[in-house]
């Protein structure tokens, strides 16, 4: 993920946009008056949906995303846009179209069980008029942005007119647009940059009945062939996403839990775009978004995946290098953000770790079972130098960082310059510190910000100031 590091691609999406209300509760009974469950409703949120998801995936990743789309004149369309605003979309290039709908779907969760759904929303073409208006704005605009989505929901925003145009548009400008298509009529998608059917979108798009390998080849060849496409894609659920230019490879899916799939394909799109305009090729775009999307179906409802849930995520099966474990201030600082607001307990500790031992390993050990994760403060060599002398440290400051950051024990690495560490426990806000059992009865930088303190007992005899007189010795 390290090549994602302060990338912030602009984007410009294009689909229907809708909004997804949860009803959820508990089901204890069924109803007397037929055979329906009775749901005791506890809670409601409501979160973007359609084009809508995408974009809040998007902005999950740290994109920069405008929106084009046809929104109703009505409650929900006011609602939308006060969601939209709320992770700085503009919404100025959203036409408004009297007596159209703003497609709303209702669901009921009980018990995390998806029960019934119900819909609001209108379903014919948008006007002629609003077609030519967003042709304009999409002219206007197009060479602002590094990727264009079109994310069709089949709600009638997407005409042949418009589909057409805006690749069209797309291509002149050298702008690869990619398409999440809808339905069977996949001529207005022709000369896109690539589609992201699902499975079942592609049987029906080809007639081929994808049953093998060799079958899904030829589908997946016919895609390429009829459409025009530079790249044919194909997803394929738990078995992952089929890639065909020149030739045919699968990336398998890295998901381990599933709980809702709401959304995957919306994670799916934006991951890829995401990923190919910050430099990525296809295969790696697409491995990214196996990622994104291990990390999405793991949660209930439309969701979303930041860059700093994926690394975790790719490092809990075994695919992360150190590096991604290495953060600068301001990182550690989001981070910690959204750790808490999952629920994660942050463990800090600090130190100059010159010359590994296991000493270090095992205070780090018991520091990491205080809590979820551990963060560790890490002396710059400056400031090594100003607190040992001028012959410390050893190692440099990024050769102690990767090595820290590769151990089971350790999640992240920050690195800081000050003579204490208190402007960074300050950033973080620990719910406990850790510190060595030599400060005990002494008053410990930080610890008027951590919740709790805790001290851990040094091994007898290790240390890297004995180590390093011991390697002079001989």
Wanted: net charge neutral; with cysteine.
């Amino acid at each position: 993920m390290t090549i994602f590091k302060d990338k912030n691609p602009k984007i410009l999406l294009v689909g229907d946009l809708m909004i997804d209300h949860y009803l959820w509760g508990n089901c204890e009974r069924i109803s007397p008056e037929a055979p329906v469950a009775i749901v005791d409703i506890e809670k409601e949120s409501s979160v973007l949906g359609g084009a809508g998801n995408v974009a809040n995936n998007l902005y999950a990743l740290g994109a920069e995303v405008d929106i084009l789309s046809v929104i109703g004149d009505d409650k929900n369309a006011n609602k939308l846009k006060k969601m939209l605003k709320k992770i700085n979309i503009n919404i100025n290039n959203l036409i408004v179209e009297k007596n159209r709908k703003t497609s709303r779907k209702n669901r009921i969760i009980a018990s995390n069980q998806h029960i019934i759904r119900y819909d609001k929303e209108s379903k014919e073409n948008i006007s002629k008029d609003a077609e030519l208006k967003l042709i304009e704005i999409f002219k206007s605009k197009i060479e602002f942005y590094d990727i264009v989505i079109l994310s069709d929901y089949g709600k009638g925003l997407l005409t042949e007119n418009l589909t057409q145009s805006l690749i069209s548009v797309g291509n002149e400008a050298n702008i690869k647009v990619l398409v999440d298509p809808k339905g069977f009529e996949y001529e207005k998608y022709k000369n896109a940059y690539l589609l992201t059917p699902n499975k079942k979108e592609a049987i029906n798009a080809t007639n081929i009945q994808i049953e093998d390998k060799i079958s899904l080849e030829k589908a997946i060849r016919k895609l390429k062939k009829d459409y025009n496409l530079n790249i044919s894609l194909v997803t394929l659920s738990e078995d992952g996403i089929a890639i065909y230019d020149e030739n045919l490879r699968i990336k398998p899916t890295v998901a381990k839990e599933v709980y809702d799939v709401t959304g995957a394909g919306d994670t799916v799109i934006a991951s890829i775009a995401f990923a190919l305009a910050c430099g990525y090729d296809i295969d790696k775009a697409v491995e990214f978004s196996n990622l994104s999307a291990g990390v999405v179906v793991g949660k209930i409802g439309s969701a979303t995946a930041t860059l700093n849930e994926i690394i975790a995520y790719e490092s809990s099966i075994n695919k992360s290098n150190s590096y991604s474990h290495i953060k600068t201030i301001e990182e550690i600082k989001k981070l910690s953000i959204e750790l808490k607001n999952i629920g994660k307990r942050i463990v800090f500790t600090n130190g100059c770790f010159d010359i590994l031992h296991i000493g270090h390993i095992k205070y780090l050990e018991e520091a990491k079972s205080y809590g979820d994760v551990l963060i560790l403060g890490l002396n710059s060599d400056n400031s090594v130098r100003r607190l040992k002398g001028d012959s410390r440290p050893i190692n440099s400051e990024d050769d102690r960082a990767y090595i820290l950051a590769s151990l089971e024990a350790v999640d992240y690495v920050v690195k800081f310059s000050d003579d204490t560490p208190y402007e960074l426990i300050k950033s973080i806000a620990p719910h406990i510190l850790v510190k060595g059992g030599d400060y005990k009865g002494k008053d410990v930088i930080g610890q008027d910000i951590a919740d709790e303190l805790r001290l851990v007992t040094f091994i007898d005899g290790k240390s890297t100031t004995k180590t390093i007189e011991k390697i002079k010795n001989k």
